[in-house]
């Protein structure tokens, strides 16, 4: 829509045109791409990296090298650390030795009534100061 002063000195109507791009794996139409490849002379766009993980089933293994962006992914990646919560024991239960079951069942039992203790212990402690 052009304003009433652009009308009065004759300018043009100057359109916003967003670029939008169609995704070659899933068709959406989005307004970034994450890869970029020149195949025969045709741009092709892939929207995400959920769409990129299979691309070797529909370009080949050496779609590489149709990629125009390749400077997107010339960056180290992050190594993530995940770590593990251990328990304090784990302990399986052996169908030969029934002793050591009944031992290890009753490290269990005292672990939970020692947790319960710290526990009352704690509310206790927190009602009181209130």
Known sequence: MTSFANKLLNKEEV?????TYKCDRCSECQDTFFIQM???NMDKFICS???SKDMHLDYGKDYW???VNLEDFQHLTP????KQSKE???VEYDPIDSDRNEFVQSLI???ERVEKLIEGFNNE????SE
Do not use: G, P, R
């Open 125 to 128: 402690s927190s009602s009181d």
């Open 15 to 19: 359109t916003d045109t967003l670029a």
């Open 88 to 90: 304090k024991f784990s």
């Open 79 to 82: 190594i993530q650390n995940i």
């Open 38 to 40: 020149k195949i025969q």
């Open 49 to 51: 990296y959920m769409c």
């Open 65 to 67: 090298s149709t990629v």
């Open 109 to 111: 039992e005292e672990d």
